[in-house]
């Protein structure tokens, strides 16, 4: 287990908690939140500070807004919570403003409050120190229970936690279990552990990639960051998505995959097409066949058939990354397969990162998964063996 402190550690009884939660969900042109899995997420935190008699103060933020403007504002979010509990959520105008700064005095045990979009306030980003003492200023406990955002020092995330001492803040229900299922993963995982990776790139999840070389048996590589690594091994890949810069990087993993007796795998064939859209002419070729001027877009049939019996005997599948464009429907079989097999499978299954976690909902397979985080940067940080920002400061010192 971590040793962060957790909000059960805490005397909450009758207090006013603020809770860091992370609402930053998608919304359709409408404003209509299409996807409330972080919402329901935050659910047990909020439930056990109710219960325990204390008056909640939720903060988020929602998307990049550049100004103050109402398509950012988080009252879809008081509405769709309100739904959630069956009660009151209590919508503030601004973020530290006088009706925040109201609202947050009068709020009684058991009343819940939602401030406006961090973001509205400049210096959120920045970590700025009198924003993060105003927020402070609201609660008598503080709780952070935004996996998604603990990757970046923000004022209501790392500054905050300045205010409060040992006794008055630690990590919601949702955090602990984010970071206990992370450290679980590398440092107590059931063999065979086989990672899956995919997405655009080599260079995001270079880092994670080496890292968990010591720790897993078998590596399988889709996506467009396959690619550079076929491009390392010789192939001609065409148009293909390729980091350059990376082909020696791409070498140092192969090799050292081999002196640790991990297998790593790439795909065998492809879908390949001229231009990256629905309306492209495809064809399935070996990768020795790429023709020149076409690239690789989503991985081919031979290669998901390798896949699944590379992932036959799996006690353990960490997945991060698409296997193809699978935003287009032509070239998301690939993807939806992977998510098909991963979930089949009797492993413990732990997902990362928004896109992966799209391609498990389009391929309806969510419930099947062990574990699906809810933050991708904070996840691949994790796995990384960096120390987040936003969970540092909630560790319990250790007294010699
Ligand atoms: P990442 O953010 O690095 O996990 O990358 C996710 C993105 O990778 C998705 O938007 C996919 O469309 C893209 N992707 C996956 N496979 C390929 C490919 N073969 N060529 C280009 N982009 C790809």
Redesign the pocket.
């Known amino acids: 287990m971590s040793d962060i402190i957790s909000i059960k550690d805490i005397n909450l009884a009758g207090k006013k908690v603020f809770i860091r939660c992370d609402f930053n969900v998608p919304q359709d042109d409408f404003l209509n939140i299409t996807d409330d899995r972080r919402i329901r997420s935050a659910i047990p935190t909020i439930r056990y500070c109710l219960d325990n008699g204390c008056s909640v103060i939720l903060a988020s933020h929602l998307g990049r807004p550049k100004e103050i403007s109402s398509k950012y504002s988080l009252e879809p979010v008081a509405k769709r919570l309100a739904r959630l509990m069956s009660k009151d959520v209590i919508m503030a105008k601004d973020v530290i403003g006088e009706d925040a700064k109201n609202k947050a005095t009068n709020l009684k045990a058991g009343e819940i409050l939602l401030l406006e979009n961090l973001r509205f306030e400049k210096g959120e980003t920045k970590n700025d120190e009198n924003l993060a003492k105003e927020l402070a200023s609201f609660a008598e406990v503080y709780i952070n229970d935004a996996f998604g955002v603990c990757h970046r020092a923000h004022s209501s995330v790392e500054a905050i936690t300045k205010f409060f001492d040992e006794e008055h803040k630690g990590a919601g229900f949702l955090l602990q279990k984010e970071i206990d299922f992370a450290q679980n993963l590398i440092k107590y995982p059931t063999r065979p552990f086989v990672a899956v990776v ?4 080599v260079s ?2 270079l880092q994670a990639l080496t890292n968990l070389l010591p720790k897993i048996d078998k590596l399988i590589i889709g ?3 396959a ?1 550079t690594f076929l491009k390392a091994q010789g192939y001609d890949i065409g148009n ?2 390729l980091e350059e810069g990376l082909i020696e990087e791409a070498k140092n993993i192969l090799t050292k995959g081999k002196e640790l007796g991990v297998k790593i795998y790439l795909p065998v064939d492809v879908i390949a097409a001229q231009t ?1 859209s629905q309306e492209a002419v495809m064809k399935y070729v070996p990768i020795q066949e790429i023709p020149a001027g076409w ?4 991985i081919g049939p031979a290669s998901g058939r390798l896949f699944r019996e590379v992932l036959a005997d799996a006690q353990t599948i960490w997945w ?8 287009i429907d032509k070239f998301s079989k690939g993807s939806i397969k992977m998510s098909h097999y991963i979930s089949e499978s009797n492993a413990t299954t732990v997902v990362g ?1 928004g ?2 976690a799209d391609v498990v909902a389009r391929a309806r397979d969510t419930d099947e998964m062990t574990f699906i985080s809810t933050g991708g940067g904070a996840s691949l940080e994790l796995i990384e063996g960096k120390e987040l920002p936003g969970v540092k400061p909630l560790k319990a010192k250790v007294i010699e």
């Open positions: 995919g997405g655009s790139k995001g999840k996506g467009g960051m690619f293909s998505l990256c690239m690789g877009l989503d991060n990354g698409p296997m193809g464009v699978f935003e990162g896109d992966t």
